[in-house]
Structure formats: structure tokens, C-alpha cells
Nanobody
Framework: VQLVESGGGLVQPGGSLRLSCAVS????????VSWFRQVPGKLRELVGI????????VHLDSVKGRFTISRDNAKNRAYLQMNNLESDDTAVYYC?????WGQGIQVTVSS
């Protein structure tokens, strides 16, 4: 089982990024994949969950209305679209599925 995040980087406040989580080693289409984020010194927090092609939910109140979650079962990928980014969104973002974590990817929001 392997999950690999991509798409992170440095973006200015108000900008957008789309994170991708490439999944292998399990039947992606029937398992949920979650997105988390973590700031140094703080607990890892759940951003949202992609449970199926039609059930994708953002759970973190501070990003509702700005972030969306989706998946492409044909490509074995989950996505986290982040719009109108704020400095407080700076964190390492992780995807999680089938009991495994991705390696994490840095997102930095700064002018």
C-alpha cells in the first residue's frame, strides 16, 4: 500500500493549489481516503474525507467553502482543491487510506 502526495508548494494569500494523492496497493474505489494537515507543535487535524465518487466531505470548519475534496477512481487519485488560501493554511498535508499515511507535502501560504 502506498500513498503519495503531490502539488504542494509556496503560494501567495488568496491563491489556489490542488493537492493530489496517488494511491496504489488497494482497491481505491471502495475505500475512503482522508486528508489531514499538521502544523509543527500541533496535533494533526482532519481536513476531510473522500468516501466515494459521490461522497466527499470537508470537515474542518476553518476551510469550509474554500477547500473541496474529490476523487478519480479511474486514476486511483484523491484531490484536495484549496482556494483563497490563507497564512493559517500553512501546514504539511497528508493523505491517509487503508491504514497508511502518505509522506506528507508542504504547503506554505506567504507573500
Amino acid at each position: 500500500v502506498q500513498l503519495v502526495e503531490s502539488g504542494g508548494g509556496l503560494v501567495q494569500p488568496g491563491g489556489s493549489l490542488r493537492l493530489s494523492c496517488a494511491v496504489s496497493g488497494f482497491t481505491f474505489s471502495i475505500y475512503p481516503v482522508s486528508w489531514f494537515r499538521q502544523v509543527p507543535g500541533k496535533l494533526r487535524e482532519l481536513v476531510g474525507i473522500s468516501s466515494s465518487a459521490t461522497d466527499n466531505r470537508v470537515h474542518l470548519d476553518s476551510v469550509k467553502g474554500r477547500f473541496t475534496i474529490s476523487r478519480d477512481n479511474a486514476k486511483n487519485r484523491a484531490y484536495l482543491q484549496m482556494n483563497n488560501l490563507e497564512s493559517d493554511d500553512t501546514a504539511v498535508y497528508y493523505c491517509y487510506g487503508f491504514g497508511k499515511w502518505g509522506q506528507g507535502i508542504q504547503v506554505t501560504v506567504s507573500s
